[in-house]
């Protein structure tokens, strides 16, 4: 008998959707899917994340998301709503909002807290703490509401924020999203996080 497909969504921002990568399979999702099949899932991808979203836009996502059925989903967001200065309280209230109404539709879900935007090469030198001290708020927050409202987070800014602070080419042209290289640092990050998720759900699924 075949193996069940494992349906993923992958939700967010920018970051999630895969803009700056070179050819659609360089993105995240389709990365993330790859070592997903390495380790023999069957993977059924919805790529649902869109560019310049603000947590409170997850909403929305996730009214697309629900119909899907999806048994996995991996959020990637809070870039924007630091670069428009979001309040924090909003920012986290829409993310837990948007944890909890996945869960109540039967999807597991792993968040991706916001980057460390303090590495973005035109951020002026003078200014990267102040940025790194707001990202590090933000990502705790979001943190903390994620796993109260049942998610699994992958605590993974710190290692990606370095690795892009040492090499400019993980950045793509514009210098502000990844490039391809990028996106193989990020989803090499995530694996682990992201099979952890999909192997408990699988081991679920089958005692049930």
């Known amino acids: 008998m075949a193996p069940t497909p494992l349906r993923l969504v992958v939700l967010g921002d920018s970051i999630a959707y895969g803009t700056g990568a070179r050819s659609p399979d360089d993105a995240l999702g389709p990365r993330l899917s790859a070592v997903l ?14 560019p310049g979203a603000v947590s409170a836009q997850l909403a929305d996502q996730v009214r697309r998301a629900t119909p899907l059925q999806a048994d996995l989903a991996v959020v990637v967001i809070g870039a924007n709503d630091l670069a428009r200065f ?17 869960q109540a539709a ?4 792993v968040v991706v807290p916001a980057p460390d935007m303090s590495s973005v090469p035109f951020v002026p030198p003078a200014f990267r703490a102040a940025v790194r001290a707001a990202c590090a708020q933000l990502q705790q927050r979001q943190g903390a509401v994620a796993e ?16 892009f602070a040492a090499d400019p080419t993980l950045f793509s042209a514009d210098r502000f999203h990844p490039s391809s290289a990028g996106y193989r640092q990020i989803a090499a990050a995530l ?5 952890a998720a999909a192997r408990a759900r699988r081991d679920g699924d089958a005692a049930a």
């Open 37 to 50: 099949a390495d380790d023999g899932f069957d993977v059924d991808l919805h790529v649902l994340a869109v």
């Open 86 to 102: 979001v309040p924090v309280d909003g920012a986290t209230a829409a993310l837990a909002a948007a944890v909890t109404a996945l």
């Open 106 to 109: 039967g999807t597991d879900v």
């Open 148 to 163: 109260a409202a049942g998610a699994v987070v992958a605590h993974i800014a710190a290692e990606i924020g370095t690795a």
């Open 191 to 195: 694996a682990p996080t992201v099979l």
